[in-house]
């Protein structure tokens, strides 16, 4: 079976993590961390980096620090991960849920600005599968409405607007280092901001709200979180780091070969190669398969070829879990919903070989050809 994805990791990653074992950093607050930390954020073009446990950890401290309050609203993109509408229903504030473009799957200033109300406090702008929001537009109208921008750039590690990092916009950014993504820790995720005061609220949360020095120890003011990072998983971060650049061009690479293997099939649309803003990484390749395919149908004929595959993202709006709270009853979002419904994404994992790739999509063009 041809896997969606494969860790990568190499001997240099190993002996990082033998080489903090050995030097007794173990814990969150070893040198290790925030060593990860600096280099990671000035990847991004931040002043500040605060390592947590996950990228689902890193947007639940993003939000919380903004001190939400019962009333407001947070908008969120349909077409994500459930992590940025659990970040949300954690907080005193509603979700508010925007459709994204056909053409890139992202949130726009179109999708956008028929959703923001006078209760819009904040934007988790998400970039998906490697292709950024044309942020632009968006910041702008943020800017001119006062709302704040989370930016969650968990699918994005690597990749520019307009020769600007994903992880740079809004008043902070977050990441994961989930085993799939571009840069792995195993788990972990990082929290970047250039506002030194958001930074150390981060730093504070994500230490059981521990006072800062001189305070006394174990006395807390407020909840906080256990989100740390710790120093093993730092140091395999490190030595990640080191090969960003290796990564993002072998993704890119096997996302412009599946491109140029199923671009003429009739069934199927994929995210663009290039926008006039950007380059697509491609953290994972999709395909949009039109109405007449059953996705599911099309994953089991997959796997009888050998080949895996997941399905996209569920829509937010269309979660179970929104009629605990009230929200059970959401407008339709078209284009969010189609995804859904049609979409799968295809093994493009680092070392992926020419033929395997051909493999991938012969097998895909031949369980659309017999459906």
């Not at 609203?73 to 508010?96: D, H, M, N």
């Not at 702008?125 to 704040?148: K, Q, S």
């Not at 590690?157 to 990441?175: D, I, W």
């Amino acid at each position: 079976m041809i896997p969606v994805s494969r860790p990568t990791i190499t001997e240099d990653d190993i002996q990082h993590v033998v080489n903090a074992l050995r030097q007794g950093y173990v814990s969150g607050d070893a040198p290790p961390v925030a060593e990860f930390e600096r280099q990671f954020a000035g990847a991004v073009d931040r002043r500040h980096g605060v390592a947590v446990s996950n990228g689902s950890i890193a947007l639940d401290l993003a939000l919380h620090a903004l001190d939400l309050q019962e009333g407001d609203e947070v908008v969120i993109p349909s077409f994500a991960i459930a992590s940025c509408l659990f970040a949300v229903l954690r907080t005193p504030a509603k979700p508010v849920f925007a459709d994204v473009d056909s053409v890139t799957w992202n949130l726009s200033i179109d999708t956008l600005r028929p959703v923001v109300t006078k209760n819009t406090r904040a934007l988790l702008a998400v970039h998906i599968y490697g292709l950024p929001i044309d942020m632009a537009p968006v910041e702008g109208f943020c800017e001119d409405h006062g709302i704040t921008i989370i930016e969650d750039a968990a699918e994005s590690h690597t990749v520019t607007y307009n020769k600007r990092p994903c992880g740079s916009f809004g008043l902070a950014s977050t990441f994961s280092f989930y085993a799939n993504k571009a840069i792995t820790c195993g788990e972990g995720g990082m929290v970047v901001t250039d506002d030194d005061e958001f930074a150390g609220r981060i730093r504070r949360l994500r230490n059981l709200s521990f006072l800062p020095p001189p305070g006394p120890r174990f006395i807390h003011d407020e909840v906080g979180w256990n989100g740390r990072l710790s120093a093993l998983q730092a140091a395999l971060g490190i030595s990640q780091l080191k090969r960003m650049n290796t990564v993002t061009a072998e993704k890119r690479r096997i996302g412009t070969a599946y491109h140029e293997l199923l671009k003429s099939h009739p069934g199927l649309r994929m995210q663009p190669i290039d926008t006039s803003y950007s380059q697509n990484m491609f953290w994972v390749v999709g395909v949009l398969l039109s109405e007449r395919f059953d996705a599911r149908k099309t994953a089991a004929a997959l796997r009888e070829f050998g080949v895996d595959s997941r399905p996209f993202f569920y829509p937010l709006h269309r979660q179970p879990v929104l009629a605990k709270y009230g929200l059970a009853a959401q407008p339709s979002l078209p284009v969010s919903e189609m995804l859904g419904n049609q979409g799968l994404y295809l093994p493009s994992y680092v070392g992926m070989s020419d033929a395997e790739i051909a493999s991938c999509a012969e097998a895909l063009s031949a369980s659309l050809n017999a459906a």
